[in-house]
């Protein structure tokens, strides 16, 4: 097992979380990313500088978008 350690930068971040199968839950996650900037209505504003993604394990991921 390998460990990664990542730095981030401080500030605001929205997060999207999905659960299910590996690759359909990377691709709902970020759909829903943009679906909720585009859509318009948006409560909070993409800085449109920092977006990660954290798998928890196979089948849980969280996207991490920073917001003004």
Do not use: P
């Amino acid at each position: 097992c390998s460990k990664i350690e990542m730095l981030v930068d401080k500030g605001k971040y929205l997060v999207f979380s999905r659960q299910g199968e590996m690759l359909a839950i990377a691709i709902d996650a970020l759909s829903d990313v943009w679906r909720y900037f585009i859509e318009g209505g948006a409560e909070y504003e993409s800085t449109f500088s920092i977006h990660f993604e954290h798998y928890e394990n196979g089948n849980h991921t969280n996207a991490y978008i920073a917001i003004k």
